[in-house]
Nanobody
Framework: QLQLVESGGGLVQPGGSLRLSCAASGFTLDYYFIGWFRQAPGKEREGVSCISSSDGSTYDADSVKGRFTISRDNAKNTVYLQMNGLKPEDTAVYYC???????????????????WGQGTQVTVSS
């Protein structure tokens, strides 16, 4: 069974850091385009950070640029999202998404065959 499992979410104070992990099982992430999306109550889903399978190039949304970093460890079949300088507006459920089709961060969330994790809650509050 193909599965993505996120972990690492939690409650953190503004300015703090968290590292989210996305572990794949049943398939190898090496050849997949991976993205982190988030959705807050009452807001549209947002593609936060993405990383390609071909050259490891990354994309970060303007809202997180300079604060979040996406990376992949193919040996561990895991993708990470390092989040620094967290703000209350970063509060959301964060999802890991994977697709073996050519993609970019703008279209990944719309691919019908993309695989989604169950999500992990990130809450930034004092």
């Amino acid at each position: 069974q193909l599965q993505l499992v996120e972990s690492g979410g939690g409650l953190v104070q503004p300015g703090g850091s968290l590292r989210l992990s996305c572990a794949a099982s049943g398939f190898t992430l090496d050849y997949y385009f991976i993205g982190w999306f988030r959705q807050a109550p009452g807001k549209e889903r947002e593609g936060v950070s993405c990383i390609s399978s071909s050259d490891g190039s990354t994309y970060d949304a303007d809202s997180v640029k300079g604060r979040f970093t996406i990376s992949r460890d193919n040996a561990k079949n895991t993708v990470y999202l390092q989040m620094n300088g967290l703000k209350p507006e970063d509060t959301a459920v964060y999802y890991c998404v994977a697709s073996d089709l050519p993609s970019d961060c703008g279209t990944l969330g719309s691919i019908s065959t993309a695989l989604w994790g169950q999500g992990t809650q990130v809450t930034v509050s004092s």
